[in-house]
């Protein structure tokens, strides 16, 4: 058997972009070009990369894209989805990007980030859903409140992932923490702090849900 | 009512296209978008551009030529339904979660009627079906057997082991139902921490003779829905139903 590396390493594209000697074309022979091509149309991209032009760009439409993208990001991994983690994510997405409340220099949801959160939610899994709001910049946030205490995670483009959490213990001072990791290290980061006590439901008797 | 395999089909999304002998103006493209719009509320132009181009022997001149079309992608609230209105193309498609053939066969027959209503009879000059599976194995080794799962793969030699990523491509024809199969089989990057992915992309197509009476269409439809799950089932292993949850064990 062969067997496959995984790897950390980023690799130049997805399979379904590799072209034959795509820098060398105009080295190439016409027989070996029509070969390439010929190649390239049996891979033909799918319906749902169709993506819209994108003539004019006024934020009704960066919110359209953005909330577009979200969604057809969400079904990529939709088998993997409670159907009414699905149903909420997508009015809570729906909410945050409801115009008449935001600022002039508001951004719609950045799609990096928005895919850095997939993947950490997929890893969690928290029983207890987050509250959402969005960076200015786009970067979608998720927080998650058990009696004063309060987790917040910032989800940033390329994976990486900006928390920082507040316990009180029964004191007045909370104690503070703070990290900034890659997502794949995220629940080795929160595990010193405890997580469950935001994540599942046995901590929720403490505070109204969110 | 047939029976859905698998609770978690691998199914990222699932297409039937048709293609029509002549193209159609944008105009009609708008009346088709708005017969359509109560079922699908956003709706956004879409553009394709076909480049052509010649690399000329050393003296003479190259050509180049732009074909520039103008179609219409139409969607559901959650963007799982898609319908993309083309000038010679009437593309139909469903992302996760798949929700079975019955319901997607539905929708299918509901719009191609909603479509011939508004602009009646064209020539179709090709239909197929195109399903594509992601399978998310969980990485708990650094190397994955992907063989303990696919029984579709490039055969490698011995001295060229540990591959990094790849994609085979096969084109094989469907004789029982006239139909060409274009299967597409490579490592994709994960959607998911922890797991490696490989995509099963089947596109059953039938260019020649196509039919063109409704009955005739969504009997075609059905014997290429047999065949491809007939063609899923046997690029994939026992290891690989697992996965997806099978409905009866």
Known sequence: MSGLIITPRRLSGTTANWTMGASLHSALSTETNIIANWLDELRRPSSASVTPTTEGQSLERRVFDALADAKVSTSKVAMHLERDLRDRLFRQLDSLHETDQWEEDDEPLNHASFQTFLKAILTIRPARRPGLGLSHTGNLIAAWTTARDRLTIEFLPNDRVSWVLARYDDTDEPARFAGQTNVSELVEGLAPHRPDHWFSHASKSHEPSQ | ?249
């Open chain 2, 1 to 249: 009512m047939s029976e859905q395999p698998y609770k978690q089909p691998p199914i990222t999304e699932a297409v039937i296209e048709l293609r029509f002998a002549t193209a159609i103006e944008a105009d009609d493209i708008t009346k088709v978008s708005a017969a359509l719009k109560p079922l699908y509320p956003l709706q956004q132009p879409i553009r394709g551009i076909e480049v052509r181009l010649n690399v000329p022997p050393p003296g003479q001149q190259g050509v180049t030529a732009a074909h520039e079309t103008h179609g219409s992608r139409l969607s559901t609230e959650d963007q799982t339904q898609i319908v993309l209105a083309w000038p010679a193309q009437f593309v139909f498609s469903q992302l996760a979660p798949y929700p079975g053939w019955d319901v997607f066969f539905e929708r299918f027959c509901r719009d191609w009627a909603a479509w011939k209503r508004t602009l009646g009879y064209r020539k179709i000059t090709r239909i197929g079906v195109r399903y594509i599976n992601r399978i998310d194995i969980p990485a708990t080794a650094p190397i994955i057997e992907h063989e303990e799962y696919l029984n579709i793969y490039p055969h490698m030699p011995t001295e060229l082991q540990s591959l990094m990523a790849y994609s085979v491509v096969a084109q094989l024809p469907l004789p029982d139902i006239g139909c060409i199969l274009t299967l597409n089989s490579s490592s994709a990057p994960s959607q998911l921490l922890g797991h490696a992915a490989f995509i099963v992309d089947q596109d059953i197509g039938k260019d020649d003779d196509p039919p063109q009476s409704d009955e005739e269409i969504y009997a075609l439809l059905n014997q290429i829905r047999v065949k491809k799950n007939e063609v899923f089932e046997a690029c994939i292993t026992p290891r690989a139903r697992e996965l997806f949850k099978p409905c009866q064990v």
